[in-house]
Each structure stands twice: as C-alpha cells, then as structure tokens.
C-alpha cells in the first residue's frame, strides 16, 4: 500500500513562491508516474503536472507552464512542485497521486494513490 503525504502549503500573496512535497512510503515510488492535481472551490480536480519515474519527463498545463516546475528525489521518495508567480487563480487544494503503471497519463482515474492535500491560498 502507497501512502503520500504532502506538506509546504500556506497563505502567499500574488507574485509569491510556494513549494509542496510529497513524501511516499510503502511503495516502489522510482517506479512511479507522479502527478499533481488540484481543486479549487466549487470547481473539479484538475490536473496540474507530472514527471515520469525517471524525472526526465515532464507535463503542465498551460496555465502554469513557465511557473510551476515539477521535480523528484527517488533517494528521498519525495516529488515536489516548485509553484512561482503564484496568481490568485492558482488558489486550491492541491493533491499528489502516484500511477503505479508508470503512464504517460493526465487522467485521474489512472492514479491509484493519493495524498491528502495541501491547501494553498494566494492573495491578491
């Protein structure tokens, strides 16, 4: 059983940094595609990012390219998500899921694993 835990949220105001974690257990996390999603009030989830196993790949959506950057440590079991120019639109619950068939996928419902979110809030 895959366990993920994300840290690194908090209150930032627009133009400001943030950097999440997520620190898995229980798994074989160098095997893993790592996504992260997020949901804003109201709204669905919504994919953010994600890095294949190896780190050499990544994938945003276009609102957050050029400002978000996804990267991982397989010694430390940890992927992060280095988020800059943080806008008020950014503001959500944001998730980390683990895709235990290591795909190339954008799709929820291909994540098996998931933390338990980290809120992030940007002021205008």
């Known amino acids: 059983q895959v366990q993920l835990v994300e840290s690194g949220g908090g209150l930032v105001q627009a133009g400001g940094s943030l950097r999440l974690s997520c620190a898995a257990s229980?798994?074989?996390?160098?095997?893993?595609?790592m996504g992260w999603f997020r949901q804003a009030p109201g709204k669905e989830r919504e994919f953010v990012a994600r890095?294949?196993?190896?780190?050499?790949?990544?994938y945003y959506i276009n609102s957050v390219k050029g400002r978000f950057t996804v990267s991982r440590d397989n010694a430390k079991n940890t992927v992060y998500l280095q988020m800059n120019s943080l806008k008020p639109e950014d503001t959500a619950v944001y998730y980390c899921a683990a895709d235990q068939a290591a795909r190339s996928t954008s799709n929820s419902i291909d994540y098996a694993y998931w933390g338990q979110g980290a809120q992030v809030t940007v002021s205008s």
């Open positions: 890095i294949d196993w190896s780190g050499f790949s990544t």
């Open positions: 229980g798994g074989t996390f160098s095997r893993y595609t």
